[in-house]
């Protein structure tokens, strides 16, 4: 086991290096936000008019509402990153990793209105009715010949691979752990019990999920949010040093204690902010474009600014204040307690934080609960993601079986140290994302040219019966680029 675990960290250095994924996701970010004008800041506020008080765009086509796509979105998101992801970003990379995480969700805002914004033009449906789309469809369809197929297989293989790692097996492990620290509880009944909690769930398909996630996610997110406002009221004085040192250590090498670590460079810090970054929000991973392409709506920049408030809630706001709730509480700097191994007690930094706050019992209880619901969240959310990639590759068959091998991990993961299961899910996100933030640097200037035809003509929203263009795809012939008709919308699979 040892010898696999040195391998999976070696990969996992490779893929999120400075050779590889780092820069793709930055230069990717950059990119569309200058073709885009910047429209995670000029077009935020009227976005989350949108897709919070609006929430439907009435007549229009799709198996859920606006709303129900954000809080599908949020709960596959909003999960242990936001929590244990925040956790050991801090505790490896130091406190300079919040900032990196600050920078990934920024620039992923471009990112992800980007993919939502492909997912929702090229989706298409399934021999049952159900939507289909997402980067395994738009890649295909929207870059023409054997480049655009092989990256949206390869982002349909990772993706229903993906689902295993990020949505299922390190929120079973958080789940798990913590319950198990908190109330005693022996990891496999939490795993049988949540286990049996999603297959419930997943049997009744998108809509049931889209209901299920719009009913809990909003008061899980305020619950949390509560709570850290008490903890960092406890420590107001802490906060200001504490950005500080975000700031400060973005920048420069932390020499002190992390974790019973002899210190952080800068490099680890913008590796693990990055990797823990993407892991949060998924700005980037495309897997956001999947249940974007399931709403109903009326346009694509519609359902594409909608899903970009995700990226905002989830990092601009929830891992911020689990960021600060650790730094200002003092713990990250402390040496490991004896008897606690290295790994764990990075990945629980903030229940040791509340615990320091507001009480060693009470503190873990309430960081144990609310990781149940974030993770049990994120766990109904991918099965979605993984399953809509199965469909795409083997068709409809898979559905079923898929669902079933998801619920059934749920309860072998409860059983695997939690150290190896982040490196392979950090992996294979990497890999996800790979073909996904290919595309969209292909197809960048389709989605800036129909962005800002729309804007132009619906700058406030509220209009939203604007035609949208049909869908065109890339083709490359004779050293020359031509934009011809897509394939056809509704394809049987």
Not at 152 to 161: H, M, R
Request: hydrophobic content about 50%.
């Amino acid at each position: 086991m040892e010898a696999f675990s040195n391998v999976i960290d070696a990969i996992d250095s490779f893929v999120w290096s400075v050779w590889l994924l780092i820069p793709l996701l930055a230069c990717t970010g950059v990119w569309l936000t200058i073709r885009l004008r910047g429209v995670q800041f000029r077009k935020l506020g009227a976005a989350l008019n949108l897709a919070l008080f609006k929430r439907k765009d009435p007549g229009s086509e799709g198996d859920i509402s606006h709303y129900q796509a954000l809080t599908t979105a949020l709960a596959a998101t909003v999960g242990t990153g936001n929590i244990v992801g925040v956790s050991t970003a801090i505790g490896v990379g130091g406190p300079g990793a919040l900032f990196w995480m600050w920078v990934t969700g920024i620039l992923g805002m471009a990112s992800k209105y980007s993919e939502a914004f492909l997912g929702s033009k090229y989706r298409e449906f399934d021999s049952r009715g159900e939507v289909m789309g997402g980067p395994q469809v738009y890649l295909r369809k929207a870059i023409s010949g054997p480049v655009g197929t092989t990256l949206g297989v390869i982002f349909a293989v990772f993706g229903a691979l993906a689902a295993f790692g990020i949505g299922n097996g390190t929120q079973v492990s958080s789940m798990t752990k913590n319950m198990e620290t908190a109330f005693g509880i022996h990891p496999v009944v939490t795993g049988v019990i949540i286990a049996i909690l999603v297959g419930l769930t997943l049997l009744g398909g998108i809509k049931w999920i889209g209901n299920v996630t719009a009913a809990f996610v909003p008061f899980m997110i305020i619950v949390y949010i509560v709570a850290g406002i008490v903890v960092l009221a406890l420590n107001a004085d802490h906060i200001l040093p504490a950005l500080g040192d975000v700031f400060h250590y973005a920048f420069a090498d932390y020499n002190g204690m992390v974790g019973g670590a002899l210190g952080t460079t800068v490099a680890l810090a913008i590796q693990k902010g990055m990797a823990r970054g993407i892991f949060s929000n998924e700005s980037g991973m495309g897997s956001a474009a999947i249940v974007a392409a399931a709403a109903q709506t009326t346009h694509p920049v519609r359902q594409g600014l909608v899903s970009m408030t995700q990226t905002f809630i989830d990092t601009i706001i929830v891992v911020s204040f689990t960021g600060l709730v650790i730094l200002s509480s003092g713990v990250y700097g402390n040496a490991v307690p004896d008897g606690v191994k290295t790994g764990d007690f990075q990945s629980q930094l903030t229940s040791y934080a509340f615990a320091s706050s507001i009480g060693q019992n009470v503190g873990p209880a309430v960081v144990a609960i609310c990781i149940v619901f974030f993770a049990l969240s994120t766990v109904i959310g991918w099965s979605y993601y993984g399953e809509r990639c199965a469909v795409s590759l083997i068709g409809i068959r898979a559905q079923f079986p898929y669902r079933l091998a998801f619920t059934l991990m749920i309860v072998v993961w409860s059983l695997f140290p939690v150290e190896l299961i982040w490196n392979i899910a950090d992996i294979l996100n990497g890999l996800m994302a790979l073909p996904n933030l290919i595309g969209l640097l292909i197809l960048s200037g389709l989605i800036a040219r129909e962005t800002n035809a729309y804007l132009s003509a619906d700058p406030d929203l509220t209009k939203g019966g604007v035609a949208a263009p049909e869908p065109l795809a890339l083709k490359l012939s004779g050293g020359k680029i031509t934009w011809v008709p897509a394939k056809a919308q509704v394809t049987k699979h």
